[in-house]
């Protein structure tokens, strides 16, 4: 197949070229046209069905715009407006007609003789979105579009001070890698100081979040918000008890290599107790990892590393930064995180990341370049709809691209200690992670299974879930305040509440095709190319099979994985 990135905005057909979204008055006739149109045949419906798309496609990157300048610049007044006019005064009046559009859908007598395994994926979403329709939610998803965002307002005007100098958060990270183990722990100390000042204001606002997304659940039918978010996120083919059987299996067969990987860190730093500070940090003579000095840099680094694993790869990353769709540099007032924003008219993603000079930057920026690839390789399918895909195959995407792309670090460093050291981190991260995972899911399971919760309740309950997940390998006495609020700093909490479990999943099939890169690279990465291209065309199970990996969440197949990357580990010393 031939891969091309010169990817190309959609024409226009049904909604004029020029046309802008400025307000629910001019984008209204679009949809009312679409609502009252009569559909006397087949080719009616796949006509209509185009126009729905097209006009989706309109809207859809609209916002994701509104969203990107506002988190590229949460100090600016007018973007948070922008963004805030969408949410209240646009949305709200998309959705009845989105309803109306679904119902239309399936009552249509031609939706029959649509091709049934193309459509079958798309025609169960839209049953899914029927099922879930309530007028009463309206108001409540507005409100919640914007609460959700005051995490980024929160958290992008943190910042602390080091040796004189102001850093964000993100910047001042770079410290706990230090060969200084009393500087990191003045930084440690500082960052958590500095979220504590804010502990409250994010209390109160996930508090709220709590009661509003509860609210929507039981006007929905359901008994909590975690049974309501499973049916949406269109969860059809894991539940909750997979869920708790992943968790099961992170504490059987990953906490104890991740004993193993902070026992050899305490080893080589020559400690005694490992600290908090000293996760990071390198013995004293060995400079931190320095893989890229700028933005700029990043990015071209980037580029000859995705050239050497396919040039479409680094063809995508050119395009991107012909149009611009690159904020790589931490700075002050921009929100925390990284995120690939695919944008489904142009085609061509955004990528929005806090870099600053650390290894941890590469493996972001190696993520989200997986999610742009996704983006392009999806483009060329004929429905908006087609092109969304479930979130366990997109991160499977990126987090595939963190490990295919270690075997082509040479663009990052130029001798072979430091590039060994990166493989390492990498890979010690990919262990590190699962645990993580586990506690913000379980968490999540328990704050929306007792919505009523109090503060204090759900402090205990962190702390609890927190220790079933620790290893003794690290030290925290004197740091219970800090490890109270360890789940503030989550931003999927707040934003996009039950969306972390696919990392976990998604992991597993990362291992699993880079398992199958180590053994031949071109046939893993025709296999991740051939199960992009699908879109959300397929169920979650067959978009695996397409990629050459089992769906399974089962702890016989984790225990495979992970005795699979111990071994990597393992050659790496």
């Given at each position: 197949?031939?891969?091309?990135?010169?990817?190309?905005?959609?024409?226009?057909?049904?909604?004029?070229?020029?046309?802008?979204?400025?307000?629910?008055?001019?984008?209204?006739?679009?949809?009312?046209?679409?609502?009252?149109?009569?559909?006397?045949?087949?080719?009616?419906?796949?006509?209509?069905?185009?126009?729905?798309?097209?006009?989706?496609?309109?809207?859809?990157?609209?916002?994701?715009?509104?969203?990107?300048?506002?988190?590229?610049?949460?100090?600016?007044?007018?973007?948070?407006?922008?963004?805030?006019?969408?949410?209240?005064?646009?949305?709200?009046?998309?959705?009845?007609?989105?309803?109306?559009?679904?119902?239309?859908?399936?009552?249509?007598?031609?939706?029959?003789?649509?091709?049934?395994?193309?459509?079958?994926?798309?025609?169960?979403?839209?049953?899914?979105?029927?099922?879930?329709?309530?007028?009463?939610?309206?108001?409540?998803?507005?409100?919640?579009?914007?609460?959700?965002?005051?995490?980024?307002?929160?958290?992008?005007?943190?910042?602390?001070?080091?040796?004189?100098?102001?850093?964000?958060?993100?910047?001042?990270?770079?410290?706990?890698?230090?060969?200084?183990?009393?500087?990191?722990?003045?930084?440690?100390?500082?960052?958590?100081?500095?979220?504590?000042?804010?502990?409250?204001?994010?209390?109160?606002l996930y508090s709220q979040l709590i009661q509003k997304r509860d609210e929507v659940a039981k006007n929905a039918g359901?008994?909590?918000?975690?049974?309501?978010?499973?049916?949406?996120?269109?969860?059809?083919?894991?539940?909750?008890?997979?869920?708790?059987?992943?968790?099961?299996?992170?504490?059987?067969?990953?906490?104890?290599?991740?004993?193993?990987?902070?026992?050899?860190?305490?080893?080589?730093?020559?400690?005694?107790?490992?600290?908090?500070?000293?996760?990071?940090?390198?013995?004293?003579?060995?400079?931190?990892?320095?893989?890229?000095?700028?933005?700029?840099?990043?990015?071209?680094?980037?580029?000859?590393?995705?050239?050497?694993?396919?040039?479409?790869?680094?063809?995508?990353?050119?395009?991107?930064?012909?149009?611009?769709?690159?904020?790589?540099?931490?700075?002050?007032?921009?929100?925390?995180?990284?995120?690939?924003?695919?944008?489904?008219?142009?085609?061509?993603?955004?990528?929005?990341?806090?870099?600053?000079?650390?290894?941890?930057?590469?493996?972001?920026?190696?993520?989200?370049?997986?999610?742009?690839?996704?983006?392009?390789?999806?483009?060329?399918?004929?429905?908006?709809?087609?092109?969304?895909?479930?979130?366990?195959?997109?991160?499977v995407a990126s987090m595939s691209m963190e490990l295919f792309s270690m075997n082509h670090w040479e663009a990052f460093?130029?001798?072979?200690?430091?590039?060994?050291?990166?493989?390492?981190?990498?890979?010690?991260?990919?262990?590190?992670?699962?645990?993580?995972?586990?506690?913000?899911?379980?968490?999540?399971?328990?704050?929306?299974?007792?919505?009523?919760?109090?503060?204090?309740?759900?402090?205990?309950?962190?702390?609890?879930?927190?220790?079933?997940?620790?290893?003794?390998?690290?030290?925290?006495?004197?740091?219970?305040?800090?490890?109270?609020?360890?789940?503030?700093?989550?931003?999927?909490?707040?934003?996009?509440?039950?969306?972390?479990?696919?990392?976990?999943?998604?992991?597993?099939?990362?291992?699993?095709?880079?398992?199958?890169?180590?053994?031949?690279?071109?046939?893993?990465?025709?296999?991740?190319?051939?199960?992009?291209?699908?879109?959300?065309?397929?169920?979650?199970?067959?978009?695996?099979?397409?990629?050459?990996?089992?769906?399974?969440?089962?702890?016989?197949?984790?225990?495979?994985?992970?005795?699979?990357?111990?071994?990597?580990?393992?050659?790496?010393?």
């Amino acid at each position: 197949m031939e891969l091309s990135a010169d990817i190309q905005k959609l024409p226009r057909h049904f909604v004029p070229k020029e046309f802008a979204v400025t307000d629910w008055e001019s984008l209204e006739p679009f949809f009312k046209d679409l609502s009252e149109r009569p559909l006397n045949s087949a080719s009616d419906l796949e006509q209509w069905l185009k126009d729905m798309s097209e006009t989706e496609a309109v809207v859809s990157e609209d916002a994701c715009w509104r969203q990107i300048k506002m988190t590229c610049d949460t100090t600016d007044k007018t973007l948070e407006d922008a963004f805030t006019y969408f949410c209240m005064e646009i949305q709200p009046k998309l959705q009845p007609y989105a309803d109306l559009l679904n119902r239309k859908l399936l009552d249509c007598p031609f939706t029959k003789e649509l091709d049934q395994k193309k459509y079958f994926t798309y025609l169960r979403s839209v049953k899914k979105n029927i099922e879930l329709f309530r007028e009463a939610n309206i108001p409540l998803q507005s409100e919640l579009s914007v609460m959700q965002q005051q995490y980024g307002a929160i958290a992008g005007k943190m910042t602390v001070e080091v040796n004189g100098k102001e850093y964000t958060l993100q910047q001042a990270a770079k410290f706990l890698e230090s060969h200084d183990r009393s500087l990191r722990e003045e930084v440690y100390r500082k960052i958590q100081d500095r979220r504590l000042q804010d502990q409250q204001a994010m209390h109160d606002l996930y508090s709220q979040l709590i009661q509003k997304r509860d609210e929507v659940a039981k006007n929905a039918g359901f008994a909590n918000y975690r049974d309501y978010k499973f049916v949406e996120l269109g969860r059809f083919d894991y539940t909750k008890e997979d869920c708790y059987q992943f968790h099961e299996a992170v504490k059987l067969h990953v906490l104890p290599l991740i004993e193993k990987i902070y026992q050899k860190k305490k080893e080589k730093l020559g400690l005694d107790t490992l600290r908090p500070w000293d996760t990071e940090a390198e013995p004293e003579g060995i400079q931190p990892l320095k893989p890229f000095t700028d933005g700029k840099d990043l990015y071209e680094k980037s580029v000859k590393c995705f050239e050497e694993m396919n040039p479409f790869f680094a063809n995508c990353l050119r395009k991107m930064n012909e149009l611009k769709h690159f904020d790589l540099e931490s700075r002050k007032g921009k929100a925390p995180g990284g995120y690939n924003c695919p944008l489904t008219e142009s085609g061509a993603p955004f990528i929005f990341m806090n870099a600053a000079g650390q290894m941890s930057d590469v493996t972001t920026m190696v993520h989200e370049g997986g999610h742009a690839i996704h983006s392009f390789l999806a483009h060329k399918l004929e429905l908006s709809a087609f092109k969304e895909y479930p979130m366990e195959i997109a991160e499977v995407a990126s987090m595939s691209m963190e490990l295919f792309s270690m075997n082509h670090w040479e663009a990052f460093f130029n001798n072979e200690e430091d590039l060994k050291r990166a493989k390492e981190h990498q890979l010690e991260r990919t262990i590190t992670i699962f645990p993580w995972i586990a506690i913000i899911d379980k968490f999540q399971h328990w704050v929306y299974e007792n919505p009523q919760h109090t503060i204090e309740e759900r402090t205990n309950k962190w702390m609890e879930i927190g220790k079933e997940f620790s290893t003794n390998s690290i030290d925290y006495t004197g740091l219970d305040a800090y490890r109270r609020i360890g789940w503030q700093r989550q931003l999927h909490l707040f934003e996009v509440p039950f969306y972390y479990i696919e990392y976990g999943i998604a992991q597993l099939g990362a291992i699993g095709l880079w398992m199958q890169y180590q053994q031949n690279p071109q046939k893993a990465l025709q296999n991740y190319i051939s199960a992009l291209s699908l879109g959300g065309t397929q169920t979650l199970p067959e978009l695996y099979t397409a990629a050459g990996l089992k769906f399974d969440l089962s702890p016989e197949h984790i225990k495979t994985l992970m005795e699979f990357t111990a071994k990597e580990m393992d050659k790496l010393n």
